[in-house]
């Protein structure tokens, strides 16, 4: 065979391997996979429970708070929520009163901040058919206030922890004065040791003496007959 033969009989034998490949397709290839699977992922909530306990007595709780906003529980009475009063006997015209409040944490994450303020405060006739003297007075500033935390026996000075509101001397509260008083009505931290925010971890309980001074309302006969009311709020924030 001439090699001008031979040549073109070689070209004819790569046209048709071309053909075949094009008409065959590109061939055989393997597909791999590789695949992993985390199951059971949840997202959950702990709890901020808030346990107050005035005087030793029934511990109020704001998780019994049965209608919105849920887990605030006003202790007036409202949908069976009732707190204890911190004062029941106090005297207008006597000397300072004092009331014990231990707090605890009864959720599962940690507070930030204890945080107090008065609210409803009103005054009035102690008895309707009895006459008052002068004009009652517009809020509570004429009450002066020191919030004390101690120890869980509430000894002062003898386990005094930190003067968490009102005029101090170092860890402890001073006689209260007008420069802290019942007229706080919007919410106001709790202090601890070295003057930081008191903060309220899971499971713990911190313990107050809260003391109040009436002898700022005035004296005389304006105070016969009167009554003053007031509600305390304690608050924690996650």
């Known amino acids: 065979m001439s090699r001008k033969r031979l040549k073109q009989y070689l070209m004819l034998l790569f046209a048709i391997g071309v053909i075949a490949v094009a008409m065959t397709g590109s061939g055989t290839f393997a597909t791999f996979n590789a695949e992993t699977t985390n199951p059971g992922n949840t997202f959950a909530a702990g709890t901020l429970f808030l346990h107050d306990t005035p005087n030793g007595g029934t511990t109020c709780t704001s998780e019994s708070a049965t209608s919105a906003p849920f887990n605030i529980n006003p202790g007036d009475g409202s949908n069976g929520n009732v707190c204890a009063a911190l004062f029941t006997a106090g005297d207008l015209t006597g000397s300072v009163q004092t009331a014990h409040l231990a707090l605890n944490n009864a959720g599962s994450i940690n507070a930030s901040d204890i945080?107090?303020?008065?609210?409803?405060?009103?005054?009035?006739?102690?008895?309707?058919?009895?006459?008052?003297?002068?004009?009652?007075?517009?809020?509570?500033?004429?009450?002066?206030?020191?919030?004390?935390?101690?120890?869980?026996?509430?000894?002062?000075?003898?386990?005094?922890v930190y003067?968490?509101?009102?005029?101090?001397?170092?860890?402890?509260?001073?006689?209260?004065?007008?420069?802290?008083?019942?007229?706080?009505?919007?919410?106001?931290?709790?202090?601890?040791?070295?003057?930081?925010?008191?903060?309220?971890?899971?499971?713990?309980?911190?313990?107050?003496?809260?003391?109040?001074?009436?002898?700022?309302?005035?004296?005389?006969?304006?105070?016969?007959?009167?009554?003053?009311?007031?509600?305390?709020?304690?608050?924690l924030d996650q």
């Open 115 to 160: 945080k107090f303020d008065v609210n409803g405060c009103t005054w009035s006739k102690t008895n309707g058919a009895s006459p008052t003297f002068g004009t009652d007075p517009t809020d509570c500033s004429g009450l002066y206030l020191t919030i004390q935390e101690t120890g869980a026996s509430y000894a002062v000075p003898g386990s005094d």
């Open 163 to 235: 003067c968490a509101f009102g005029p101090a001397t170092g860890n402890n509260c001073n006689a209260p004065n007008n420069t802290a008083t019942l007229n706080t009505t919007s919410l106001t931290a709790l202090k601890t040791t070295g003057g930081v925010t008191a903060g309220l971890n899971a499971g713990t309980t911190r313990y107050y003496v809260i003391s109040i001074d009436p002898s700022g309302v005035g004296s005389g006969n304006f105070l016969q007959n009167r009554t003053v009311k007031f509600a305390m709020t304690w608050h």
